[in-house]
């Protein structure tokens, strides 16, 4: 398996620097997010031994296993599912980044439940930029006021914006999609300073993700293969 993991990493990494070059980025410009969710602990450790240190969880009882589990190695978590109110302690307490805040309630909560001993909690404002019925995130209308109020809490440090975009094949409506939250955030960092996030581009659409300016881009399949169904 480690052997499987290092050759996906190798053929990610030089994807995501072929897209950069062909952007005209930096290829530092953009971070590697390994997707670990449903993948076990000894996966995350295997990818670290390659040179990964970024982690991202979708399920908070099965992130709280792994980080116990791999408490020895110098990992950054980074909670990319959505948020119950009962949930937001653990995951302040716990985390690095949080990407799928949607709304002032859950902000205020992870901005309260901060310990006073660690940084600010990094967070991106998850925004619906599809505008899905099915999908999280506050509609592109509500972001200018919802990003303003999340700037102002003392526990947490807004970076930026997340989408998770409707799926599609068309890299040009992918393209459009992820030009429409770069353009969204150009128009954020008029009034809140510091905005230099944007999470986009998973293992389908990474290519045209960085090509609009993605700095994180969240990669799971690509990296440790299929899903493992949850509870299975």
Request: one cysteine or more; hydrophobic letters at 40%; charged letters at 25%.
């Amino acid at each position: 398996m480690k052997a499987s993991i290092e050759e996906n990493i190798a053929q990610v990494t030089e994807q995501i620097a072929d897209a950069c070059r062909h952007a005209g980025r930096p290829v530092a410009s953009v971070s590697l997010l390994a997707v670990s969710k449903t993948r076990p602990a000894e996966d995350i450790r295997a990818a670290h031994a390659c040179g990964l240190n970024r982690f991202g969880e979708n399920y908070l009882q099965e992130a709280l296993d792994k980080i116990d589990a791999l408490s020895d190695l110098d990992l950054e978590w980074h909670f990319i599912g959505p948020i119950q109110s009962n949930k937001t302690r653990p995951i302040a307490e716990h985390f690095h980044w949080v990407h799928s805040v949607d709304r002032l309630k859950i902000g205020q909560r992870l901005s309260d439940q901060r310990p006073e001993a660690m940084p600010p909690l990094n967070i991106c404002l998850q925004v619906n930029i599809s505008r899905e019925q099915s999908k999280s995130g506050c509609l592109p209308e509500e972001a200018p006021e919802l990003a303003k109020a999340l700037s102002q809490l003392p526990g947490i440090r807004l970076r930026g914006l997340m989408a998770i975009p409707k799926a599609t094949d068309d890299e040009q409506e992918q393209r459009r999609a992820f030009a429409d939250l770069r353009q969204l955030l150009e128009q954020l960092a008029a009034d809140v300073p510091g905005l230099d996030t944007l999470s986009m581009g998973m293992s389908g659409d990474l290519v045209p993700a960085v090509a609009e300016g993605a700095t994180i881009v969240r990669i799971g399949t690509a990296l440790f293969g299929a899903r493992i169904p949850k509870n299975v």
